[in-house]
């Protein structure tokens, strides 16, 4: 008899906080636009979608938490049940001034651990990230301390949300599993392997099959790659047992020199791939099954006003 086929989730990661409108006019920026092509990323096939709100007015990434509310309001009204991931990691980003480089310049966003996840305890949505990496980050500094990862760690689990572990390179890993170990960490956890970012852990299958081979047993878990690399290491991802991930926050194009018109394009091509690597695509309750996570009702954006058609 054959061994049935465990099903692969596809996370579709939506516009992240670095991407620019520069370097794709299809990237969402607005509230509405976000919520927009998470839906059209779902109906495509992802069963969880990883959320970032930016600054309508500036495109920059953001903690605002009434735009989480509007994101996440969009996405339920739109009858949408995929698993939301809320990310945690605005708030972490340090610029040394040139004249003293313990001032921080322009730009910086480090600030208390409890306000970078204020949002996912007003929210509880059934996952949200948690970044194990301190290290250079495009244009600053991203500062993760253990004392402050703790806390947020705490806060995450007492609002019931299911940490998903973002390990950047092997000290990531090493930090993370010490706080499973110490008992920080418990119950249902998700981890995330991070390639081709620069100055982190490389987007090769030596060094994904290295940590993914460091988690513990039976670890749920997803691997992706950046740029150029998004596709062949999503491919890598489920021939090694993992899930996967794709999306504007990853990369803006469908192929080579191709840019892609949205997210649905990205999900649907992944889907492709993992179809025709033998694979099937989780639906979201196979989804929530295999993660560990409860239903779409408490990640329902609280309805502090009405909202009223954005200008974009």
């Known amino acids: 008899m054959a061994t049935p086929i465990r099903p692969t989730v596809l996370t579709c990661a939506v516009t992240g906080n670095l991407t620019t409108r520069e370097q794709n006019r299809a990237l969402p920026v607005t509230p509405a636009e976000i919520a927009a092509s998470g839906v059209e ?4 096939g992802a069963a969880a979608l990883h959320i970032h ?24 009204d739109a ?15 340090f610029l040394p001034s040139d004249d003293d480089p313990k001032v921080a310049a322009p730009g910086s966003t480090l600030m208390r651990p409890e ?12 996952v949200c990230t948690l970044d194990f990496n301190t290290m250079w980050s ?20 007492d609002a019931g949300v299911v940490p998903e572990l973002e390990i950047f390179d092997s000290g ?19 981890w995330q392997i991070v390639l081709g970012v620069r100055y982190g852990a490389m987007a090769d299958t030596q060094t994904m099959m290295y940590l993914a081979s460091r988690l513990p047993a039976g670890a749920q878990w997803t691997a992706f790659g950046i740029g150029r690399m998004a596709f062949p290491m999503m491919a890598q991802s489920f021939l090694l047992g993992g ?52 239903s779409a009702v408490s990640a329902r954006g609280p309805r502090t006003a009405q909202l009223t058609p954005e200008r974009t």
């Open 41 to 44: 990323a779902w109906r495509a």
């Open 53 to 76: 709100a930016r600054d309508p007015a500036t495109g920059k990434g953001t903690i605002r938490a009434e735009l989480f509310d509007e994101i996440v309001m969009r996405i339920r």
């Open 79 to 93: 009858g949408c049940d995929a698993i939301l991931n809320l990310s945690t990691g605005e708030g972490g980003r």
């Open 115 to 126: 306000l970078r996840v204020a949002h996912v305890e007003r929210l509880r949505p059934e």
């Open 138 to 157: 495009g244009s600053a500094v991203v500062i993760n301390t253990p004392r402050n990862l703790e806390i947020m760690a705490r806060r995450v689990l």
């Open 172 to 190: 990531d890993l090493q930090m993370a599993l010490a706080f499973v170990e110490r008992g920080i960490l418990s119950g249902p956890l998700l």
């Open 243 to 294: 899930h996967v991930r794709v999306g504007m926050e990853d990369t803006v194009y469908l192929d080579r020199g191709v840019l892609t018109p949205g997210n649905a394009a990205l999900v649907e091509k992944g889907v492709r791939i993992v179809e025709s690597l033998g694979g099937r695509i989780a639906t979201v309750a196979e989804a929530r099954a295999l993660l560990g996570v409860g």
